[in-house]
């Protein structure tokens, strides 16, 4: 065995191998794989082998099309057979909110390159003559889909590894990680250590152990899993005699199951609630090909539906049931990408779908390991999109949650009910006396919007669909009332929304931001280093703010701050909440070590709330005898100001392109601060209002978001971002790369769309829509939804720079239908930002 090696990956299974695999194909063949037992004993072996192309998120519909498209030359490569069956996958939609997901699907699989076919119930039974087409309004086939043999797919990636100089270390257990002054890591096991530069863990049931050897929380526990094999039916072995083709995978995603045929009989895979995790502090040492006692009163609905859907399902026998361990995150996407803290400390871990994803993640974390960046957005599966509230209560209740809702529709607005509330600010209980509809981001609790005193939607309005997956609609309040149905199109809130809407444009508005990612940093290094780290100039008065992208070495945007200088050699910076963990370590890493800049998280230490609308400096007026002035308090500045009788930076920015000011204020003062505003405010029309109208107002501004419009896709000047990039200020890191790119030519323009025609279907565009011109696919749509300030439906997205100017038709699909969409100037609302600068 090897005494040191440049990476050591941690875990035999097929995310591990694929991981390994990957690094050898990238050129690094120094680089070991440790497994404890034999390779794919630990979930891998067990796994049903389904490679699903369906999925809503960007970066993992991106992982799981490459890994498609790798298994099929996988064979040709390696001469080992991996078993692909490319049957198709066959997806049921007996809902209208089931269709609307599908057609919302087949827009982003378009923009992403995955082919998708859209099927009759005639057309379902010419494919699958077993199956029964009652009460299906149609159905969606993935005709590169399929399922795949999971030992034999990681023997064959394990070939290929070795084949480029990789080794592999089985019935090698690791039993310490340490790291070195140096920064090298030093991986101990039962049979000698290995030094090397990077770890990454693919442990998948051993993932909280692995994370725990180097302080860690990972936020992964499994969760168990059932499916069911049936002994072979008459029927299908008579097809199977006369040589016709495998039916597919068949999934009823209105009843939660997934089936497919297997060895002459079929396989069954419901998706229950009430599925407990396992594992909760790891598996035993001793732990190999393990299987759970089965429970098949847990799963006595889905079978019901099955068959009644595959009444062949029902006429035989039961063969073989396995209830095996699947890894879990709260959101249910995998994790993949750097640790946090951790220099050279990589995870790949929390694969619910680890067949279909291994080939895809192992890419694309070897992309980030080798070259310092991946090449395709991986924000949905950053390790770092969750925080240190993640711990073992949280995840069990969240992640059992994740499994039971793996076939419910994906609703854009849905907000999930576990372990909620978690985090809350002081202001939470006032928001919700004045109706607050609360949604979740990175633990903290934050108002939608505001439901009426009493509001209230009957059954008849809800229309819950009586399947097994009809839950349409959010938690009910405390009184029981249901007060929002979700939707693929417009719902019950939209109305409530413009009414919000309009009264900030009219009156003046608050809104609680307290959940944005919040930090100082100081020193006698502070400006030069973020200087060399932001891609904008950092304002060199103090009271002055400006907003500040970090860009990626290769010119795409990584994060996004406020950059507030309070004063000599200290900054205030401000940033997504949803993002806090992943921003702060992207800071704390770029650090200099010579201890010249301090850095100090303070979100939790301090509130936001924000005060918008032409009324705002008249309430302020009335708590504060700070000059209000444009002369004295011009736009993008701030102070420290009294608002009667608490204190806060006032500083005269927001999202909503309206006057006003946000007051970031010590956390302990708030509910003073909330009630003196809201009382000041009577008299100007003041109401609350929340992210939705936020969102909406935004959409009006053209205001880009991270990881929509800004991502590490684009370049900062193909967002459209020019006004904050100064390449002519000295060296920052990504300005060499983004200065080739202008001079080259940029592959991508951003632009806002008005798009027509929408009123009668109440459908706007949301994000990951594809875009054309003249019937070519030129772009796709990045946010999307109701201007209620202009009337009219807005898109912004990213084209070809060829159909970006002004004026240019293009057609938008939205939910299947084609509209049209014109591209329009930068902020519809208020071009020229006089409200903001009033």
Known sequence: MKTSARVVVIGGGVVGVGTLYHLAKKGWSDVVLVERKELTSGSTWHAAGLLPLFNLSYSVGQIHKYSVNLYNSLEAETGQNVGFKKCSNIRLARTRDRWDEFMYYAGVAETIGVKVNLLTPSQLKDIWPLCETDGLLGAIQHPDDGYIQPADLTQAMAKGARARGAEIYRNTTVIGIEQKANGEWLVKTDRGDIACEHVVSASGNFARKTGAMVSLDIPVIPVEHQYIVTEPHPLIKERQAKGLPEMGVLREADSSWYMREENGGLLLGPYEHGAPCCYMDGPSEQSEYELFQEDLDRLAPHIETAIARVPAFGEVGIKKVYNGAIAYTPDGSPIIGPAWGLKNFWLNEGHSFGVTAAGGAGWQLAEWIVEGEPSIDMMGVDPRRFGPYATRGYLKRKNEEAYSNVFTPHYPDEERAAARPLKRTPCYDRMKDLGAVFGSVYGWERPGWFAPKGYALSKAELASPDVLTGHNHAPPTEDGRIVEKWSFRR?????????????????????????????????????????????????????????????????????????????????????????????????????????????????????????????????????????????????????????????????????????????????????????????????????????????????????????????????????????????????????????????????????????????????????????????????????????????????????????????????????GEMFKATVIPESPYDPENATLRA
């Open 491 to 815: 719902s019950n809130y939209f109305n409530f929304v413009g009414e919000e809407c309009r009264n900030v444009m009219s009156n003046v508005g608050l809104q609680d931001m307290s959940a944005f990612a919040k930090c100082f940093v100081t020193g006698p290094g502070a400006e030069a280093w973020l200087d060399s780290i932001l891609a904008n100039k950092i304002p060199k008065k103090v009271g002055r703010l400006a907003l500040c992208h970090m860009l990626t070495p290769r010119g795409g945007v990584r994060a996004e701050f406020t950059v507030y200088k309070a004063r000599e050699q200290g900054y205030y910076l401000v940033s997504a909440g949803a993002f806090e963990r992943h921003d702060h370590d992207y800071l704390r890493k770029a650090l200099p070590a010579d201890g010249s800049v301090r850095f100090e998280p303070i979100t939790s230490q301090w509130g936001v709330l924000v005060l918008a609308g032409p009324n705002s400096r008249k309430v302020l007026h009335k708590l504060t005898d700070a000059d209000l002035s444009n002369a004295a308090f011009p736009w993008l500045s701030g102070r420290q100001i009294s608002v009667g009788t608490t204190t806060a930076f006032a500083m005269r920015v927001n999202f909503v392109g309206e006057l006003g000011w946000e007051f970031h204020h010590p956390i302990e003062q708030q509910v003073a601060l909330f009630d003196q505003l809201m009382a000041a405010g009577q008299e100007f029309g003041i109401r609350p209002y929340g992210i939705k109208t936020m969102s909406s107002l935004s959409i009006e501004k053209s205001y880009r978001l991270v990881p929509r419009e800004l991502s590490i896709e684009y370049s900062a000047y193909e967002s459209g971002l020019d006004r904050f990039v100064h390449p002519n200020k000295g060296q920052f890191v990504g300005r060499d790369a983004l200065v080739a790119g202008r001079e080259k030519g940029l592959a991508w323009n951003f632009v806002t769309m008005e798009v027509h025609g929408v009123k009668d279907t109440d459908s706007d565009a949301r994000g990951s829509e594809p875009l054309y011109a003249k019937g070519k696919l030129v772009g796709r749509a990045t946010n999307g939804g109701f201007g209620f300030r202009v009337n009219k439906s807005l898109a912004l997205g990213m084209v070809k720079p060829e159909v970006s100017a002004i004026g240019t038709e293009l057609e938008i699909k939205i939910l």
